[in-house]
Nanobody, 121 residues
Framework: QVQLVESGGGLVQPGGSLRLSCAASGIDFNIAVMDWYRQATGKQRELVGRITGSGIINYTDSVKGRFTISRDNTKRTVYLQIDSLKPEDTAVYYC???????????????WGQGTQVTVSS
């Protein structure tokens, strides 16, 4: 069973930083493509970025320069570092295992429970 567990959210002042974590189980994490999304209240969930098993990273244009995705395969964890936080970054942040083929098996899209990030003074 695939499980994704996010952590690291909280209340931060504008200009601050946070590092979110997403621990994965039930998959061959070393080869898994992982995504980060966010959803602000009243808005659609939007893709923040993606990291492949080999470490290739792509970001949505709106977050380039302040968001950094990384992974530690030994810890089966993907990270989202957010710097220079702005009030408009306030959202629930989710990690996602997008639908993909791994080891000859098709894994369906799986979401974590999300972690709340609130940016406010």
């Amino acid at each position: 069973q695939v499980q994704l567990v996010e952590s690291g959210g909280g209340l931060v002042q504008p200009g601050g930083s946070l590092r979110l974590s997403c621990a994965a189980s039930g998959i061959d994490f070393n080869i898994a493509v992982m995504d980060w999304y966010r959803q602000a209240t009243g808005k659609q969930r939007e893709l923040v970025g993606r990291i492949t098993g080999s470490g290739i990273i792509n970001y949505t244009d709106s977050v380039k320069g302040r968001f950094t995705i990384s992974r530690d395969n030994t810890k089966r964890t993907v990270y989202l570092q957010i710097d220079s936080l702005k009030p408009e970054d306030t959202a629930v942040y989710y990690c996602n295992l997008p639908r993909q083929l791994m080891g000859g098996l098709v894994f369906q899209s799986t979401w974590g429970q999300g972690t709340q990030v609130t940016v406010s003074s």
